[in-house]
């Protein structure tokens, strides 16, 4: 099927194109006009695997970590969150200061994320399945890595609750 | 060397290490750091059901599938060589609060008392394992983000709809941990 000519705005009045439909995820709204081989997406394997080294010896996907940050009875969890965020925020600063470009040469754009009432009730509701979990997505596919095979179910689940999310998300208030 | 990167790792030297994880996925190719995304995109391409929300070409997105892989394959990698032998060293107040729901466990970074094939089979597991699972994956899609896109990345780039995010996150969590988990983990 070909999504570019964008037959759904006709089948679909609450999501116009198909850019719409990407764009519920702020994630996704990038839209270069470079094609890359595939290959090229190597870098965010490798980006990927250091990432997920830091995730376990950071011990961030240890479910008991995630139950002392909850209990207010350590202060790991904090320090990686609010050191991650400074940093973050910094790079994003002279990011935008000195108009850094990326590798191909294009502008840096980060798209600003809507507002919506999901922000409350899907946070609270992450919110209980962090605390049960012991982890978000991307412990998740971490902890399998470590052996933890177990936590597939786990997974899995996550992937139908993100389904169900699409299949009711125009009952639900946003 | 080795011996210092099987030590874990303090959190002002792996924080601020997660926080680089930004500018390098925008100067690699714009990408906005994020992950629960992933979930959306396996849906899009394995089950979209017709579904309105699955409906894009997930391909446009396929980078972000490699670096979900890629973090699979370091918590193998890390699981293979960069790990002590040293169990966990959790607070003592916690400790006791779970051996009192017989988890004493302490060799995996999950609880093997619960989160476990065994455990999977009793109450309190498939209450950890698989509803926790499913409010994890609902609720970070309605949400529209989870700790890396909003906490993370959101905050980061200063959008206050993402500290918004942040903050139920966190109330869900303590919420859940002091009110109701210790009667599930009772169960």
Known sequence: ?174 | MLELIKQPWPWYVSGPLIGLTVPVLLIMGNKSFGISSSLRHICASCIPANIPFFKYDWKKEIWNLFFVFGIFAGGMIAAAFLVGTEPIAVNPALVNELAGYGITNYNNLVPADIISWDGLFSARGIILIVVGGFLVGFGTRYAGGCTSGHAIMGLSSLQWPSLVATICFMAGGFVMANLFLPYILAL
């Open chain 1, 1 to 174: 099927m070909n999504y570019k000519d964008n037959t759904l705005s006709t089948l679909n009045p609450p999501l116009a194109d198909e850019k719409e439909i990407r764009s519920l995820d702020t994630v996704c709204i990038n839209e270069s006009q470079l094609q890359h081989k595939w290959y090229h997406n190597l870098k965010y394997l490798v980006s990927g695997i250091f990432f997920g080294i830091l995730l376990v010896k950071a011990e961030v996907i240890s479910w008991f970590r995630i139950q002392e940050m909850f209990r207010l009875q350590s202060f790991h969890m904090y320090g990686i969150i609010g050191s991650a965020v400074v940093v973050g925020m910094i790079s994003v600063w002279l990011i935008k200061k000195f108009k850094v470009k990326t590798i191909y040469g294009e502008p840096i754009v980060i798209s600003p994320k809507k507002f919506s009432k999901g922000q409350i009730y899907g946070g609270l509701l992450f919110g209980f399945g962090w605390a049960l979990t012991g982890a978000c997505p991307g412990p998740l596919f971490a902890q399998i890595g470590t052996g933890a095979t177990v936590v597939l179910v786990t997974l899995l689940s996550a992937i139908a609750g993100t389904w169900f999310y699409g299949w009711i998300r125009e009952k639900i208030p946003h």
